[in-house]
């Protein structure tokens, strides 16, 4: 007897001794979920609200709070895998014991005994081999946990720790992936599914074996139904329904050109941007992205209808819209198919802006106080490159000379010839020094400098080209408005802008642009019911198209070229190729946003005259030149 009673003793300090020393191993472990914070998809959302994608590392997963989950969850939950959750301490001794005897008949651990707690252990912090450490680590850890939180608590970890099958983890983000509901919309069917789930999450996936999930989701009812927690109405309707079930990628992304920027942006002022559960709000409008993308194949599918020949594997384009007072990004499309190319033509591409570069360069005639009517000439200069022993001889496009244009006609025909001399005139360092002041960059310091012989990306120049419709003022294009981190704290982001001329002045600008679609090089952008103003750019050899626009509110610049920097076909100019999808995305923006602002007004201290029946704005820094061949209508000289 007296060995009986040792070998127990023994027994009874070794068990002791084992569950101090697993305790000492795992006692640290309790605390990923005592201080849980799982990793958090971050999702990003268009200005109406709109879900553009979700974005995660490894895990996705959408918190929830207890008080966010419906009573009839938790007690469907409770009564599939722990009816006596609510009485016990983390661990089901009875249940523990009925199972071991199962195992023993069977001679190898068939059935398990864990509760929720135990589950959640399971989950968050061990694997779920069968063996006997691993289960004694369990419950060492259960008891932990039941000591340190609430039940309350110790479910709102498990609704988000838990895998929900299809790559969702946490109830919230399976309730919104697989049936689109918010967890308070859920029939009781649908709860069944999600319920039923954990046990084994690929198998009984929805989206994969619908039988298997519903057979799941009918025994969860008949448990709740035996328990007397659903009458016998809910469980008839709710046994026959069939829920829909969604099948979709987990980053659901509607946007990805705009989605790749985010993160490129993002991920440079959040180092957790992947997992930290941000909200990140963007100027973006959905609606107009998808016209965005549509209005880029209309000059896309022209090229090819008109040259059958081109080759459609380096041939791309761009376009990205802004709002021109505050710079936050409408839409942003870098290429023709994210598919084929993830390379951004919007924002990583430096291409020659060409003629659309020539606005900058008569604002700054008209600051120093040419006017709209002034007179340049448009005749032909050979150019000696001393450095290199060189001459440069430029030409118009159209290899013709008109000899002396005024100022407004020279930009609204964009002559080559013409642009060129009002830079030699205006002083080429001064012109350079004035618009490295603005902000432009890897400008030629020569006169070719006037035909727009740099490289700039189309992000870049629509910063630029809201200087006009934006009377005087640049825009720093922001794509983030604002980020929202998981403690509800809010970070806005506005954009910088710096005043680069004076309202009347650019104002001028505006009036021969405007001029420029109704019947110069931009005629193809024109849109009935609304005025628009723009430039269009092409380079050398049709290498690049361009079309930079704008209405009294938005910006819109498109883009065409190769991918090589090859010529495309002869005559594929910016009002051939862009101006036409310009148009056709101003034209869908006006149906979807009928009140927007349709003419544009002079602002204060810009005047008017007619001159052989033209409107000629002026101002006092750029009067109209004062000669007798030009008849004025006295009733003319309206001050605006």
């Known amino acids: 007897m007296k060995y009986l009673v040792t070998i127990f003793l023994t027994g009874v300090f070794l068990v002791i001794a084992g569950l101090m020393y697993i305790y000492s191993e795992v006692r640290f472990d309790a605390y ?33 709070k207890y008080d966010e989950i419906p009573a009839r969850i938790i007690e469907a939950l409770v009564a599939i895998e722990d009816t006596s959750f609510f009485e016990h301490k983390g661990v089901n001794f009875e249940a523990i014991f009925r199972a071991l005897i199962k195992d023993i008949k069977a001679m190898k651990m068939v059935e398990g005994a864990s509760t929720l707690t135990q589950q959640l252990v399971k989950n968050a912090l061990l694997t779920r081999e069968k063996k006997i450490v691993r ?3 369990e419950v060492v850890l259960a008891f932990k946990i039941e000591t340190e939180l609430s039940k309350e608590e110790i479910l709102e970890r498990y609704f988000n720790e838990v895998y929900f099958g299809h790559g969702y983890y946490g109830i919230k983000t399976a309730s919104l992936g697989y049936f689109h509901k918010n967890l308070d919309a859920l029939n009781l069917k649908e709860i069944a599914i999600l319920v039923g789930l954990p046990k084994a999450p690929s198998s009984y996936d929805p989206t994969r074996n619908i039988d298997l999930s519903l057979s799941r989701a009918n025994r969860v009812l008949y448990r709740m139904h035996s328990l007397g927690w659903i009458s016998s109405k809910e469980y008839r309707n709710a046994i026959t329904e069939q829920p829909i079930v969604y099948d979709e990628t987990l980053t659901k992304n509607r946007a990805p050109y705009v989605v790749d920027e985010v993160i490129k942006q993002a991920s440079r002022e959040y180092e957790d941007f992947k997992t930290g559960g941000y909200e990140i709000h963007l100027g973006i409008d959905l609606r107009l992205q998808q016209i965005a993308r549509e209005s880029l194949l209309v000059g896309y599918n022209k090229i090819f209808e008109r040259h059958k020949d081109s080759n459609a594997t380096i041939l791309n384009g761009a376009l990205i819209s802004l709002d021109s007072k505050t710079g936050e990004i409408l839409a942003m499309v870098g290429g023709i198919d994210y598919k084929k190319s993830h390379f951004n033509r919007a924002v990583q591409s430096k291409r020659q802006p060409g003629s659309a570069f020539k606005p900058f360069l008569y604002q700054k005639a008209l600051d120093v106080g040419y006017s709209t009517m002034s007179e340049i000439p448009d005749i032909s200069r050979v150019y000696t490159d001393k450095k290199n022993d060189k001459d440069w001889k430029p030409k118009n496009y159209e290899e013709n000379f008109e000899g002396l244009l005024t100022l407004k006609e020279a930009l609204i025909h964009s002559r080559n010839l013409a642009t060129i001399n009002l830079v030699n005139a205006l002083g080429m360092d001064s012109v350079y020094k004035e618009l490295k002041k603005d902000g432009f960059k890897d400008i030629p310091y020569d006169l070719s400098m006037a035909l727009g012989t740099f490289g700039i990306s189309p992000l870049e120049l629509s910063g630029f080209y809201a200087m006009f419709p934006n009377y005087g003022y640049k825009v720093e294009p922001i794509l983030i408005k604002r980020v929202i981190n998981r403690y509800g704290d809010e970070t806005i982001y506005e954009s910088e802008k710096k005043r680069i001329t004076q309202s009347e002045q650019a104002f001028l600008i505006v009036d021969i642009l405007r001029t420029t679609v109704e019947r110069g090089t931009g005629r193809s952008a024109k849109v009935a019911g609304i005025e ?17 626009g704008f209405t009294p509110e938005i910006e819109v610049l498109t883009w065409y070229g190769n991918d090589d920097n090859s010529p495309m076909k002869r005559y594929e100019t910016g009002g051939r190729v862009a101006g036409p999808a310009f148009a056709n995305f101003v034209k869908e923006y006006i149906k979807i946003n009928p009140q927007t602002k349709r003419t544009f007004t002079p602002p204060d201290g810009v005047s008017m005259k007619k001159i052989d029946g033209k409107r000629e704005y002026f101002t006092k820094t750029s009067p109209l030149p004062k000669v007798n061949k030009y008849k004025e209508n006295e009733s003319g000289g309206m001050i605006f």
């Open 532 to 548: 628009v103003a723009g430039k269009t750019g092409t380079t050398n050899s049709n290498v690049d198209a361009w079309f930079c």
């Open 32 to 64: 990923k979920i005592i201080d849980y914070h799982p990793e958090l998809s971050t999702q990003i959302y268009d200005r109406n609200g709109e879900l553009i994608a979700n974005i995660f590392d490894k895990e996705h997963r959408l918190y929830t």
């Open 135 to 137: 289960k004694l680590k």
